[in-house]
Antibody, heavy 124, light 108 residues
């Protein structure tokens, strides 16, 4: 079964750090480009950033609001995607989803497989 | 920063056609993607590259794009299609990836 499972969410104080994980199974993770998308409570979806596969360079791109504070990485040996979040702000409070960025025959920007999301709350 | 604009809400009766629009300056050059999100669930891709339907998505879902507007059409909307729908695309450079604000579809 194709699956993504996020973990690591929780309550953190402003200025703090948190690392989210996303465990992948049922597909060839090492070939996948992966993205993080977040959703603040009662709000819409927001693209956070993306990491390419290592064969495609393994580079990352980030949305302006998180650039310089968030870092996406991957461990293909563990089929796991990470989101390191530093200098957290109250406006980073959201459910964070990991998703495949194009998979199989789908093009990039087609977010096909999604995890169930993990909640991050930034509050004092 | 780049923005995609959607109507906040659309309402139709069961069996009617629902149309949800998404406007953006770069849409003449960039593809639109559509995501369905039911309450408490992760989003689901329903249309990619303006008009293509992923496997498993019912044929009543279709997409089109003309000029600066993309449209998601649900022909013969059903009660189970009630959800929030988000368009997604990029700016002309491809660097800014954005979702529209979302449209709440009510079918009753």
């Amino acid at each position: 079964e194709v699956q993504l499972v996020e973990s690591g969410g929780g309550l953190v104080k402003p200025g703090g750090s948190l690392r989210l994980s996303c465990a992948a199974s049922g597909f060839t993770f090492s070939n996948a480009w992966m993205s993080w998308v977040r959703q603040a409570p009662g709000k819409g979806l927001e693209w956070v950033g993306r990491i390419k596969s290592k064969t495609d360079g393994g580079t990352t791109d980030y949305a302006a609001p998180v650039k310089g504070r968030f870092t996406i990485s991957r461990d293909d040996s563990k089929n796991t995607l990470y989101l390191q979040m530093n200098s957290l702000k109250t406006e980073d409070t959201a459910v964070y989803y990991c998703t495949t960025d194009g998979s199989g025959s789908l093009p990039r920007d087609a977010f096909d497989i999604w995890g169930q999301g993990t909640m991050v709350t930034v509050s004092s | 920063s780049y923005e995609l604009t959607q109507p906040p809400s659309v309402s139709v009766s069961p069996g009617q056609t629902a149309r949800i629009t998404c406007s953006g300056d770069a849409l003449p050059k960039k593809y639109a993607y559509w995501y369905q999100q039911k309450s408490g669930q992760a989003p689901v891709l329903v249309i990619y590259e303006d008009s293509k339907r992923p496997s498993g998505i019912p044929e009543r879902f279709s997409g089109s794009s003309s000029g600066t507007m993309a449209t998601l059409t649900i022909s013969g909307a059903q009660v189970e299609d009630e959800a929030d729908y988000y368009c997604y695309s990029t700016d002309s450079s491809g660097n800014q990836k954005v979702f529209g604000g979302g449209t709440k579809l009510t079918v009753l």
